[in-house]
């Protein structure tokens, strides 16, 4: 071969040489790895979410029911869970709330408020940072909320006055006689003592032979006790059942009157709404007839179960629904329009007549979850 051509063949050779190499650096992955799938075809990663959750007090026994439920159901879901003790007092509501937005949270409870108009404008910043809106116990009036889970007050009071019917009814031969009926009331002026007692009313009023006498207990066992006296004292044996309309903080002091006239609390069939671990007790000893359980625990599981679900993308029930769960103490549960804020759901949940329905022991009341000290 000709000197000239060997050189030719040589700068041909190194030029396909360079070219190779060339490919071969464009198909090397870059530093530090392997070659990973396009990003867009991962999902995109959102975080842990976040309920930010006010209560009315947390020394109260159903307000640390409420928690509980939250607190356990958030874990379960691995949700982190804020809560705030607002002591009922709207400005600290509001306050939370400002907080709540700044920490970036993804859903709000409102677990009971004493003013339910003051608090408004926080619900209604929520609504503007697109952050659903629950609430338990009580329904801030106006804003939007999402959903209300709640108890029935008039049927529930109906239901335990009802049974005490019964109780008169198997101490007298399936009948119910003349005689008197004690009913201490909470505060009058208060919305919910209005709905208890228009419930006793709705049942007592169809015997005509029966007569109510009232005295207003003011949500308190001394006043309780000093009206159920009074009354005892001015009727003494014509007095054939006593009604309270929430024994878990006003049937200690009724037994305790009635057994200081000397008389036993069983023979009067004592019974109202709501009981707490004080009117768990009055009932195990067979002081307390027939008291209706509020669904607490139940209330709050339900609300964080159901935020998740937004959460999720997944719808919750809509108005005119009914929700089933079989076994579940609040089932059926029926939604309805909120008729308290501008715009929302009302879940109303089923409450258990305590012995009738559920025994004491009963772990799904709510009363066996909170310990006695707290």
Same mark, same amino acid.
């Given at each position: 071969?000709?000197?000239?051509?060997?050189?030719?063949?040589?700068?041909?050779?190194?030029?396909?040489?360079?070219a190779?190499?060339?490919?071969?650096?464009?198909?090397?992955p870059?530093?530090?790895?392997?070659?990973?799938?396009?990003?867009?075809?991962?999902?995109?990663?959102?975080?842990?979410?976040?309920?930010?959750?006010?209560?009315?007090?947390?020394?109260a026994?159903?307000?640390?029911?409420?928690?509980i439920?939250?607190?356990?159901?958030?874990?379960a879901?691995?949700?982190?869970?804020?809560?705030?003790?607002?002591?009922?007092?709207?400005?600290?509501?509001?306050?939370?709330?400002?907080?709540?937005?700044?920490?970036?949270?993804?859903?709000?409870?409102?677990?009971?408020?004493?003013?339910?108009?003051?608090?408004?404008?926080?619900i209604?910043?929520?609504?503007?940072?697109?952050i659903?809106?629950?609430a338990?116990?009580?329904?801030?009036?106006?804003?939007?909320?999402?959903?209300?889970?709640?108890?029935?007050?008039?049927?529930?009071?109906?239901?335990a006055?009802?049974?005490?019917?019964?109780g008169?009814?198997?101490?007298?031969?399936?009948?119910?006689?003349? !005689?008197? *009926? @004690? $009913?201490?009331? %909470? /505060? +009058?002026?208060?919305?919910?003592? #209005?709905?208890? =007692?228009q419930?006793?009313?709705?049942?007592?009023?169809?015997?005509?032979?029966?007569?109510?006498?009232?005295?207003?207990?003011?949500?308190?066992?001394?006043d309780?006790?000093?009206r159920?006296?009074?009354?005892?004292t001015?009727?003494?044996?014509?007095?054939?059942?006593?009604?309270?309309?929430?024994?878990?903080?006003?049937?200690?002091?009724?037994?305790?009157?009635?057994?200081?006239?000397?008389?036993?609390?069983?023979?009067?069939?004592i019974?109202?709404?709501c009981?707490?671990?004080?009117?768990?007790?009055?009932?195990?000893?067979?002081k307390?007839?027939?008291?209706?359980?509020?669904?607490?625990?139940?209330?709050?599981?339900l609300?964080v179960?159901?935020?998740?679900?937004?959460?999720?993308?997944?719808?919750?029930?809509?108005? !005119?629904? *009914? @929700? $089933?769960?079989? %076994? /579940? +103490?609040?089932?059926?549960?029926? #939604?309805?329009? =909120?008729?308290?804020?501008?715009?929302?759901r009302?879940?109303?949940?089923?409450?258990p007549?305590?012995?009738?329905?559920?025994?004491?022991?009963?772990?799904?009341?709510?009363?066996?979850r909170?310990?006695?000290g707290?």
């Amino acid at each position: 071969m000709k000197k000239s051509t060997w050189v030719l063949f040589l700068l041909v050779l190194l030029a396909l040489t360079l070219a190779l190499a060339g490919c071969s650096a464009d198909a090397e992955p870059p530093s530090g790895g392997e070659e990973t799938p396009a990003a867009a075809e991962e999902p995109a990663e959102t975080g842990t979410k976040k309920i930010g959750m006010v209560v009315k007090n947390a020394n109260a026994e159903y307000i640390q029911a409420f928690i509980i439920g939250a607190e356990e159901t958030s874990e379960a879901l691995g949700i982190e869970l804020l809560v705030t003790d607002a002591q009922g007092d709207s400005i600290k509501i509001m306050d939370a709330i400002d907080t709540f937005i700044v920490q970036g949270i993804d859903g709000f409870i409102l677990a009971g408020a004493v003013d339910l108009k003051t608090l408004v404008p926080g619900i209604e910043r929520l609504n503007e940072e697109n952050i659903p809106v629950f609430a338990l116990d009580t329904s801030p009036e106006g804003g939007y909320v999402d959903m209300f889970l709640t108890f029935d007050l008039v049927e529930s009071s109906e239901k335990a006055a009802r049974q005490m019917i019964e109780g008169i009814k198997s101490a007298n031969n399936g009948e119910v006689p003349e !005689g008197v *009926v @004690v $009913e201490i009331t %909470g /505060a +009058l002026v208060d919305m919910f003592a #209005v709905e208890c =007692n228009q419930g006793f009313n709705n049942v007592i009023s169809q015997y005509p032979q029966l007569t109510v006498v009232q005295g207003e207990g003011n949500w308190n066992n001394d006043d309780s006790y000093n009206r159920t006296s009074d009354l005892f004292t001015r009727y003494g044996d014509e007095i054939i059942a006593v009604y309270v309309h929430t024994p878990d903080i006003m049937g200690a002091g009724a037994v305790a009157a009635i057994e200081n006239t000397g008389k036993d609390p069983a023979d009067f069939f004592i019974s109202g709404i709501c009981i707490g671990l004080e009117g768990m007790d009055l009932i195990e000893q067979g002081k307390l007839y027939a008291v209706v359980e509020q669904p607490a625990l139940d209330s709050a599981i339900l609300a964080v179960n159901y935020l998740n679900d937004l959460f999720n993308g997944e719808a919750i029930p809509e108005i !005119g629904e *009914v @929700v $089933e769960v079989e %076994g /579940a +103490l609040w089932s059926p549960g029926t #939604v309805v329009e =909120n008729p308290f804020a501008d715009g929302g759901r009302m879940m109303i949940l089923q409450a258990p007549l305590v012995p009738q329905e559920a025994d004491t022991d009963n772990p799904n009341l709510w009363e066996n979850r909170i310990n006695p000290g707290q």
